[in-house]
């Protein structure tokens, strides 16, 4: 009896050898099969590709720089494009001239400024007159171009000390200022049609 347990034992682990040995063998095939047929994968079309190629360019910049630039979360909005401003003899006959050109109606007048916009509660051109205008001689520069901005902000007094921070340059008359370039640039308090100028961008 004791020689037909030993022997039932020894074949029962000889017989699970056997089966860990053929469980290892089929794995070391499957292993093999798998390295030699890589997975085919379907063809992409061209827009496809395209489009995959831009959507990886995206997700690799918005990593680099976020999504809207390294300095946007930064930015502090200090006034809002209100006017682009033309020196002139007669700003009544330019602003006509512009009406006509872009199909604009004059949206204000007086005696030395008249403005040309989409509306009364927008803002566009306007024209101011200078007795002594020369007109610009471009591409000549004995005479330059003139023009200046109007940028309406909440505050004048306020936005002036943050532009001068900037690199501008104050100017002798009340809110002008000039650009680190020279330009010229007017700071308006914003119009009540005007929504309010929030520091947001």
């Known amino acids: 009896m004791r020689t037909r347990r030993g022997?039932?034992?020894h074949d029962g682990l000889r017989a699970r050898g056997v089966h860990r040995c053929r469980r290892r063998?089929?794995?070391q095939v499957h292993?093999?099969?798998r390295r030699e047929k890589p997975a085919e994968r379907t063809p992409m079309s061209a827009p496809a590709r395209a489009c995959d190629t831009d959507v990886r360019a995206r997700k690799h910049w918005s990593r680099r720089i976020g999504p809207t630039g390294s300095n946007a979360k930064?930015?502090?909005?200090i006034g809002r494009m209100?006017?682009?401003v033309l020196d002139c003899p007669d700003p009544e006959a330019l602003a006509a001239f512009y009406s006509e050109l872009l199909g604009l109606p004059v949206t204000y007048r007086d005696s030395d400024w008249v403005v040309v916009a989409e509306s009364e509660r927008s803002s566009g051109l306007a024209f101011q007159r200078s007795p002594d205008h020369q007109p610009p001689t471009w591409p000549d520069p004995a005479v330059p171009q003139q023009a200046h901005l109007d940028v309406m902000v909440e505050d004048p007094a306020a936005a002036g000390a943050r532009v001068l921070a900037l690199g501008a340059?104050?100017?002798d008359a009340q809110d002008v200022y000039a650009d680190p370039a020279g330009?010229?640039?007017?700071?308006?308090?914003?119009?009540p049609w005007?929504?309010?100028i929030t520091e947001e961008p």
């Open 194 to 196: 005007a929504p309010p």
């Open 7 to 9: 022997s039932s034992r």
């Open 82 to 84: 209100h006017h682009v």
């Open 169 to 171: 340059v104050r100017l």
């Open 31 to 33: 292993r093999a099969q």
């Open 25 to 27: 063998a089929r794995s």
């Open 74 to 77: 930064d930015a502090i909005v």
């Open 183 to 191: 330009h010229p640039f007017c700071l308006i308090r914003r119009p």
